[in-house]
């Protein structure tokens, strides 16, 4: 048995491997994991406490994936749930669907009896109003609270490349060798309302498949989006290429999509045979690993794969 997570994603692994020593199945340890994240109000790019978007609300999105069956649920652009990676599995498991988005998500997590929750923080609030009196001139953020010029906010945000993004994933192998695979984030800090990443794009930002492996992203989404990065992984893997082979074509593939920011995106994966494999763009990441002789979770490094140039 085995569970990895992003860095941030090791509040979690212990809650995984629980799940998965007390008999529970990959989905469920993806779930346990994730929800520890979520409630953090400390990590500022998932759930409670989450950077918010540019008119001051956190909207969050999340994925699961099942690769036993290839069964997915999602959400996107959610406000008002700790837990959205609870109820991307009641879509996966409850609708002929798999991507519910804002209010029909919202609509569908009031009907499965999950509580609203407020997810905007005094901190992270804070965070938000510094970062858009700092960035933005006072014309632009008079405009912003009377919900105007949000195109040239972001524009301006753009330019000056200062937008946070930040997202925990984690990936389980059960008992009976069953791998599953979660995303859950805020999303970029003061993203235009509605704006969604990868996180919950099954193929962009998660893709499970027990004969093979799986993959999750944090970073860049629209790069994991234009580059469909986690099933590229994966498919590279069917097609024959090991695992840390298709874990640095999948990352290579991203150096040809051009994009306005600096360029960023860390990946974890896993093959079939249980092997575990991070990369990131940036230098120094590390990614954390469970198994089920372990007490507590231990650090790996990223290799490290540069996109520019
Ligand atoms: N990777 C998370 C996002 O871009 O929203």
Same mark, same amino acid.
């Given at each position: 048995?085995?569970?990895?997570?992003?860095?941030?994603?090791?509040?979690?692994?212990?809650?995984?491997?629980?799940?998965?020593?007390?008999?529970?199945?990959?989905?469920?340890?993806?779930?346990?994991?994730?929800?520890?994240?979520?409630?953090?109000?400390?990590?500022?790019?998932?759930?409670?406490?989450?950077?918010?978007?540019?008119?001051?609300?956190?909207?969050?999105?999340?994925?699961?994936?099942?690769?036993?069956?290839?069964?997915?649920?999602?959400?996107?652009?959610?406000?008002?749930?700790?837990?959205?990676?609870?109820?991307?599995?009641?879509?996966?498991?409850?609708?002929?669907?798999?991507?519910?988005?804002?209010?029909?998500?919202?609509?569908?997590?009031?009907?499965?009896?999950?509580?609203?929750?407020?997810?905007?923080?005094?901190?992270?609030?804070?965070?938000?109003?510094?970062?858009?009196?700092?960035?933005?001139?006072?014309?632009?953020?008079?405009?912003?609270?009377?919900?105007?010029?949000?195109?040239?906010?972001?524009?301006?945000?753009?330019?000056?490349?200062?937008?946070?993004?930040?997202?925990?994933?984690?990936?389980?192998?059960?008992?009976?060798?069953?791998?599953?695979?979660?995303?859950?984030?805020?999303?970029?800090?003061?993203?235009?309302?509605?704006?969604?990443?990868?996180?919950?794009?099954?193929?962009?930002?998660?893709? !499970?498949?027990? @004969?093979? #492996?799986?993959?999750?992203?944090?970073?860049?989404?629209? /790069? $994991?989006?234009? &580059?469909?990065?986690? =099933?590229?992984?994966?498919?590279?893997?069917?097609?024959?290429?090991?695992?840390?082979?298709?874990?640095?074509?999948?990352?290579?593939?991203?150096?040809?999509?051009?994009?306005?920011?600096?360029?960023?995106?860390?990946?974890?994966?896993?093959?079939?045979?249980?092997?575990?494999?991070? !990369?990131?763009? @940036?230098? #120094?990441?590390?990614?954390?690993?469970?198994?089920?002789? /372990? $007490?507590?979770? &231990?650090?790996?490094? =990223?290799?490290?794969?540069?996109?520019?140039?």
């Amino acid at each position: 048995m085995l569970v990895i997570s992003s860095e941030n994603g090791g509040i979690g692994l212990p809650a995984a491997m629980a799940a998965l020593r007390g008999g529970g199945s990959a989905v469920d340890a993806v779930e346990a994991g994730i929800r520890c994240v979520e409630s953090n109000a400390a990590d500022h790019s998932v759930g409670v406490g989450g950077l918010p978007n540019l008119l001051g609300v956190v909207e969050v999105d999340a994925s699961i994936m099942e690769g036993a069956t290839l069964r997915a649920g999602a959400v996107a652009a959610v406000r008002g749930y700790e837990h959205p990676i609870s109820i991307a599995r009641q879509v996966m498991e409850r609708l002929p669907y798999v991507l519910l988005v804002g209010e029909g998500a919202e609509l569908f997590a009031a009907e499965c009896g999950f509580p609203r929750a407020r997810l905007e923080t005094d901190e992270c609030l804070a965070m938000w109003r510094e970062q858009l009196q700092r960035i933005l001139s006072a014309d632009q953020y008079l405009k912003l609270v009377r919900r105007e010029g949000l195109i040239e906010a972001t524009d301006a945000l753009v330019e000056q490349s200062k937008r946070g993004h930040g997202t925990t994933n984690l990936i389980a192998v059960d008992a009976q060798g069953h791998i599953a695979a979660g995303v859950s984030t805020s999303g970029l800090g003061l993203k235009y309302p509605g704006r969604v990443g990868d996180s919950p794009l099954i193929g962009a930002g998660n893709y !499970a498949d027990d @004969r093979y #492996g799986a993959a999750t992203c944090t970073g860049y989404g629209e /790069m $994991a989006i234009r &580059a469909a990065t986690a =099933r590229s992984l994966v498919l590279y893997m069917k097609m024959g290429m090991s695992l840390v082979e298709a874990g640095m074509e999948a990352m290579r593939d991203l150096r040809h999509v051009g994009v306005p920011w600096p360029r960023g995106m860390n990946l974890i994966a896993v093959d079939k045979d249980g092997h575990h494999w991070g !990369a990131s763009s @940036r230098e #120094g990441n590390v990614y954390l690993y469970m198994t089920e002789d /372990m $007490a507590e979770p &231990a650090r790996a490094p =990223r290799v490290h794969v540069p996109l520019e140039g």
